[in-house]
């Protein structure tokens, strides 16, 4: 990600006084034309506008700040989005993952913001030369992650048990804000804890037998999902998918997806397969898309259930799952 947090700095402040000058006139739902017995909810990306949906049902209302086939880590906030930000009567959002985010929610909701990263400690971000399990080895960050991240993996919803905690504090804060419908809150969050229990089982069941136990990927964004079911995730970028791999490092890992005689490399649905096009031409493998659920893409229909059951498929296949 490049470092533009002067320009985003400035934005953010100008776009803050104009959402506070501006939206005030439209401090709730009936104003705004919505309903008013519903709760505004700012979700900062895709995975927590899911769950705060599946928890608040037709009590909520949820805008996402990062709009369908958008690749959410370099977000940019327009004074719309931060009015938003300004109105709402909770945001959900993970501090360090989207610092335009950051600085709208600190400048206009502190006292309403739920920072999930709050919930459960992070996995600190594996290195793109870190062939272990990911997220064992602390520190090793990609170039320019760290000031991005704090040295940590933000991916926490890759692992569906990590989520369903989240979801489970969600519901929480709902009550809160929302005390004549908490037991509402809590009741919805138990079904979608059981439906992230059971794709976890689906998950653990099928990934047991594999003949391999290697993923190479664009995106090192799959490290809660490796480490959860000791699968071995090897980057080929860091973090933010937009870096660019050194040819010392693309060299790197085709040198370990021979060794370990990976069929696949996988890339994802925001982003530009060139990189494991690469990989793939250099070893004779195929490509696949392994999706990191950071945003639906613009033609997706499904939800995250429906998409990591996709992504569960195509590793059985890649892995030769019996």
């Not at 600190?124 to 993996?153: F, S």
């Not at 136990?213 to 973090?239: D, M, N, P």
């Not at 494991?276 to 995250?304: F, Q």
Request: proline share 5%; hydrophobic share 40%; glycine share 8%.
């Amino acid at each position: 990600m490049n470092n533009r947090s002067a320009p985003r700095a400035l934005a953010a402040a100008t776009t803050a006084l104009l959402a506070l000058g501006g939206v005030t006139a439209c401090s709730d739902n009936t104003a705004a034309g919505g309903d008013p017995q519903q709760v505004d909810v700012v979700a900062a990306f895709y995975p927590l506008q899911f769950i705060a949906e599946r928890i608040g049902g037709d009590a909520v209302k949820v805008s996402n700040l990062v709009k369908p086939g958008a690749e959410p880590h370099d977000l940019e906030l327009n004074p719309g989005q931060v009015g938003e930000v300004a109105q709402a009567k909770l945001v959900v959002y993970l501090k360090g993952f989207q610092p335009a985010v950051d600085e709208a929610v600190a400048q206009n909701a502190t006292d309403r913001a739920f920072d999930v990263a709050t919930v459960q400690p992070l996995l600190n971000a594996a290195g793109v030369d870190d062939h272990g399990h990911a997220g064992e080895q602390a520190g090793q960050t990609a170039p320019g992650q760290e000031a991005e991240t704090g040295g940590k993996d933000p991916h926490f919803w890759l692992d569906p048990t990590r989520l369903a905690t989240v979801a489970d504090q969600l519901a929480e804060r709902l009550g809160k804000v929302d005390p004549a419908r908490a037991a509402d809150f809590t009741a919805r969050a138990k079904t979608l804890h059981t439906d992230l229990q059971t794709l976890d089982a689906e998950y653990a069941a099928s990934l047991k037998t594999c003949q391999r136990r290697e993923i190479v990927t664009s995106h090192t964004a799959f490290g809660y999902l490796a480490k959860h079911y000791q699968l071995e995730q090897v980057g080929i970028t860091g973090l933010s998918p937009e870096t660019e791999p050194s040819p010392q490092r693309l060299a790197e890992v085709a040198k370990d997806a021979r060794a370990h005689q990976a069929t696949t490399i996988f890339f994802e649905t925001l982003v530009s397969p060139k990189v494991a096009d690469t990989i793939a031409a250099e070893v004779g493998a195929k490509t696949a898309v392994l999706d990191p659920l950071e945003g639906l893409s613009a033609d997706n229909g499904g939800d995250y259930l429906s998409v990591m059951r996709t992504n569960l498929q195509t590793l059985r296949t890649a892995l030769s799952c019996s």
